[in-house]
Nanobody, 124 residues
Framework: QVQLVESGGGLVQAGDSLRLSCAAS????????VGWFRQAPGKEREFVAA????????HYGDSVKGRFTISRDNAKNTVYLQMNSLKPEDTAVYYC?????????????????WGQGTQVTVSS
């Protein structure tokens, strides 16, 4: 059974940093492309960041470029999302997703597996 478990969310102030983790089990993680998505109340889920299976390529949504960094440790079956200079508009539930079918995961329709999400709240 495949599981993706996010952690690291919380309540922070604007300008603070957080690091989210996505721990995977039940799949060949080193062959999986992973993406982070987020959904704010009343809004559509949006793409945040993606990393290829070998960490050779990354891609970011326009709203987080220069502030967020995605990375992975295949030995630990974990992907990280380092979030710096957080803004109130970053408040959302953050989900990690994985695919074994595609080299890159920037569209949620291409995800094979999803985590349950972790709440990030940024106060002004």
């Amino acid at each position: 059974q495949v599981q993706l478990v996010e952690s690291g969310g919380g309540l922070v102030q604007a300008g603070d940093s957080l690091r989210l983790s996505c721990a995977a089990s039940g799949l060949t993680f080193s062959s999986s492309a992973v993406g982070w998505f987020r959904q704010a109340p009343g809004k559509e889920r949006e793409f945040v960041a993606a990393i290829s299976w070998a960490a050779s390529s990354t891609h970011y949504g326009d709203s987080v470029k220069g502030r967020f960094t995605i990375s992975r440790d295949n030995a630990k079956n974990t992907v990280y999302l380092q979030m710096n200079s957080l803004k109130p508009e970053d408040t959302a539930v953050y989900y990690c997703a994985a695919t074994i079918r595609f080299a890159f995961l920037v569209a949620e329709t291409k995800a094979d597996y999803w985590g349950q999400g972790t709440q990030v709240t940024v106060s002004s």
